[in-house]
């Protein structure tokens, strides 16, 4: 058997256990097409079974999540904790609440965390879970509710040795909260390393709020610089604006960047003078509002419906940093037909395979999420080793940790990219080297 029918034929064994998928088995292809020049090179991953170990999670958990809501009616929704990879340390990855959660949006999230956090340099596995919970429109109360009945069930199977989950899509310091003081009753004691994301006041990490938006943008000045170029003076837009978009615009800006335009579920907000930042913050981190509040106060700012319409606007610089899938091919040929010169992918699989290719055929520099976005599961990690140490390390310390850890990611990017055949395509790059990270240790490990 070829190599290309090799993978192939992993691949087809994929979408036939794992039926309905789509995002899942987007994953695992685009990660898949990466690979031929390393099994060419190295049978020996084919023949002891590696690639078909790393498509099937060591474990996943679907349970019932119970709760009150004020009007006192019960509600249930459905959590999910996916355990994908515990070859190189306890499973690391957030927890999503959001109504299009399901199985498949999990395993899609878990696959890539194994790679991400390979890439860091640091301890952790892959895994990643979370709900179709809606936590927008809910009072404080019924998030709390609904956050003791999830931990109530997932507790058994973390811990800070074991998975370490922390927060994605709707999932913030609040959440966190309230999963640690119901994980702290129900266990009896101050396990502070089993949930990352957590306050500064109860073992949190200086820097990792703003870790995801920072890394990305630190990935990307990388790709910049070795083009020439930089974030100065350039046109900026970036899709969300959560944490990950407001730290990448924040950073961004300090690097002499413009950012023209965010966005939320409901639609985006283009102001060419320059985005609000503040603004930004105070409508999203503080008053929980839509985006579309912004032209209230920023009548020269034009609000739109419909958040995927973003990619209209000309930049020089393209952030998607809201959810998968969020660019297709059409709104990449527009992208590239407006003149972009970057894309850093802060959101999980935000371009489909079809608007990488046209990225990638149209020499448009492409900083691939699992790369990416990886600043915030990295400073995750960091969280982790403050716990276990008792120490608490400043803002500088965290951030210079993360500079250096985000070049280490691009370096070895390259260097696989270019060892392999595709020189300056950081996917294959960073596939292939999140790849063997994993594989090896999994095979010093035995069968298992």
Same mark, same amino acid.
């Given at each position: 058997?070829?190599? /290309? ?12 256990r794992?039926?309905?998928e789509?995002? #899942?088995?987007q994953?695992?292809?685009e $990660?898949?097409?990466? &690979? ?7 049978p ?7 690639l078909?170990?790393l ?6 958990? %679907?349970f ?8 006192g ?6 959590g999910f904790r996916?355990? $994908?990879n ?7 990855g957030?927890?999503r609440?959001?109504?299009?959660v399901?199985?498949?949006i ?10 991400k956090?390979s890439?860091t ?8 879970g ?7 429109g809910?009072?404080d109360?019924e998030?709390m509710r ?8 997932l507790?058994?199977h973390?811990g800070?040795?074991?998975d ?9 310091g ?10 702290k ?9 089993v949930?990352t994301g957590?306050?500064?006041?109860y073992g949190?990490s &200086?820097?990792?709020?703003e870790?995801t938006?920072?890394g ?7 790709m910049?610089k ?9 046109t900026v837009?970036?899709?969300?604006s959560?944490?990950?978009s ?11 960047a ?8 409901g639609?985006y ?7 609000d930042l ?6 999203? =981190?503080v ?6 509040e ?10 739109? =419906?419909?958040?995927?319409?973003i990619?209209e606007?000309p ?10 899938? =969020?660019i297709?091919?059409?709104s ?5 037909k ?6 850093? =992918?802060?959101a999980?699989?935000p ?14 520099? $492409? ?5 990416a ?6 400073? %995750?990690a ?5 716990n276990?140490?008792?120490? %608490?390390?400043? #803002?500088e /310390?965290?951030d ?12 070895? %990017? ?13 996917v294959v ?5 999140? $790849?063997l990270?994993?594989a090896?240790?999994?095979?010093a490990?035995?069968?298992?």
């Open positions: 058997m070829s190599v /290309e029918q090799y993978l192939n034929s992993v691949y087809e064994t994929v979408t036939q794992n039926p309905h789509a995002e #899942f088995h994953a695992v292809k $990660f898949l097409d990466s &690979l031929a020049p390393v099994f060419d090179k190295y020996h991953y084919q023949e002891t079974g590696v078909e170990r498509v099937e999670p060591e474990r996943l958990v %679907s019932r999540v119970p709760w009150v809501n004020d009007a009616q019960v509600q249930v929704n459905r996916v355990q $994908f515990s070859a190189i340390g306890p499973y690391k957030g927890l609440f959001h109504p299009s399901n199985a498949s999990i395993k899609f999230l878990g696959f890539e965390q194994i790679f956090n890439l340099g640091l301890p952790i596995g892959g895994g990643k979370g709900s179709d919970f809606d936590p927008k809910k009072s109360g998030v609904f956050c003791q009945s999830f931990i109530t069930e507790y058994r973390i800070q040795d074991t370490v989950p922390a927060g994605d899509i709707g999932v913030g609040r959440e966190i909260g309230f999963l640690f003081g119901q994980y009753r129900i266990r009896g004691g101050n396990e502070s390393g949930l957590k306050g500064i006041g949190g &200086l820097a990792r709020k870790a938006g920072y990305c943008i630190y990935f990307v000045n990388e910049l070795a083009r020439g170029d930089s974030f100065g003076d350039a837009v970036v899709s969300g959560g944490n990950v407001i730290y990448a615009m924040e950073k961004a800006v300090e690097l002499g413009k950012v023209v335009a965010c966005s939320d579920s639609g907000v283009h102001d060419p003078n320059g985005i503040e603004l930004v913050k105070q409508l999203k =981190e008053g929980r509002s839509r985006i579309s912004y032209v209230k106060t920023h009548p020269h700012a034009t609000y739109t =419906e419909g958040s995927t319409r990619w606007i930049c020089d610089i393209a952030l998607p940093c809201a959810t998968q899938n =969020e297709d091919e059409a990449a040929a527009l992208l590239v407006n003149g972009v010169k970057a894309i850093g =992918e802060g999980n699989m371009s489909t395979l079809e608007a990488i290719d046209v990225f990638l055929k149209n020499d448009v520099l $492409f900083g691939p999420a699992k790369a976005n990886a600043g915030g599961v990295a400073v %995750s960091l969280e982790m080793s403050q276990s140490m008792r120490l %608490s390390w400043t #803002f /310390e965290v210079s940790r993360l500079q250096d850890i985000m070049k280490n990611i691009y370096q070895q %990017s390259v260097k696989a990219s270019e060892e392999f055949g595709a020189p300056g395509n950081l790059g960073a596939n292939i080297a999140g $790849f990270n994993v090896d240790a999994m095979l490990q035995g069968v298992v």
